[in-house]
């Protein structure tokens, strides 16, 4: 009886949603997206957007978001649009598809939210902040437009006691005072170092210099503007380097991984990558950089694969951090890589088995590894 009234109910909708479609002139989609980290809250929906933009002029896209959300700020800005609305009613019409597989063809599925590999962040887009003036909160710390570096490095507090996250992210992590050097650099160069992340696994630093907004001087909107105002974000491979990605802005990514060509796609154009090496314990060789792209990675496993096939992650030395900040800062201001640095990524580039998706991201997204490391570790080309 219940299956009954719900089939029933899916083909009233069904019949006055084709019914308002063209009396409008108007296509409805839906969709829901997990919003409890903020990488997904953020490149799910941008994803989405972009879709309807290229297929529809005219469209309404309505949301459930499941889940704690990770930062209201974000999810205000894109409230504002009169396209975009968020409904917890959305997550019962998609649930009605069982009854009714026409309504199957008004929800956008994980393919197009989540795509192997996109060709997003190659395009030029309009910030998503309705913004145009410095947050109070930045002036306050004295952070000025462009003025300053974000720099964020991943551990195992979130994962482990915040999110409790059973899948093994341990590779990603890596050590806040890798940036030492760098941070030095930094405030030689008339520049300010901004600590930024909401949780972090310890809050002691050796260096004096950096400003710190982490734990109780994180908030979400500061998340989202220390990042929209910063001259650039030094970060790993984290959800919250989805805001740089969002805004359309150049990053350099430190100790990258999985480096292979359809997670490079979620990179933001010009942005700039330093992938963690992988080094084989049976022959104390480090993967050659096609051999990292090719790894079989699934970051859902919920076991230490690295270590299982006798592998270990070398995290980025001070050093390699340091000299990926010269090359981006300078990129940043001159808009110009040397030949050298062209050739060497080119290269790599053409190593890789998926050609398509290589090319895409050498000629389109112009992602690149910094020179410095590439002549460092040029026997792994």
Known sequence: M?????????????????????????????????????????????????????????????????????????????KNSNRIFYSKLVKRFINLSNYNHEIKKYILDWDITQPAFTTLYSKKK??????????????????????????HNRDRYFSNIIAKDKNFLDYKNFEFSDFDKTIDKITEDSLTPVRIGKYVESKIMNNKKIVDMTSEASNDELDVLLQYFAKFTIIGGTGLAAITTT?????????????????????????????????????????????LNEMNWDIHQQYDFISN?????????????LNGYLEMKNFIETKELSKDVEYLNKLVFESFKD???????????????????????????
């Open 2 to 78: 219940i299956s009954l009234l719900k089939k029933t109910l899916a083909n009233i909708i069904i019949f006055k949603l084709k019914f308002l479609e063209k009396l409008l002139n108007i296509n409805f989609r839906f969709i829901r997206i997990e919003q409890n980290r903020i990488g997904h809250l953020l490149t799910n929906i941008d994803q989405s957007i972009d879709y309807m933009n290229d297929n529809f002029d005219n469209y309404y896209l309505f949301i459930y978001l499941n889940g704690e959300c990770s930062n209201n700020f974000i999810k205000l800005q894109w």
């Open 126 to 151: 309009n910030f998503f902040i309705r913004r145009n003036s410095l947050s109070n909160s930045l002036i306050k710390y004295k952070i000025l437009n462009e003025k300053f570096i974000c720099l």
């Open 247 to 291: 805004l359309r802005k150049p990053c350099l990514y430190i100790n990258y991984l999985p480096f292979h060509a359809r997670q490079l796609s979620w990179v933001s154009r010009n942005s700039m990558v330093i992938p963690k090496l992988i080094k084989n314990k049976n022959n104390n060789k480090f993967l050659r950089f096609n051999e």
């Open 309 to 321: 096939n006798n592998l270990e992650a070398i995290s980025n030395t001070g050093d390699d951090i």
């Open 355 to 381: 050609r398509d998706y290589a090319n895409y991201l050498f000629k389109k997204t112009k992602i690149r590894i910094p020179g410095n490391f590439l002549k460092k570790y040029q026997d792994l080309i």
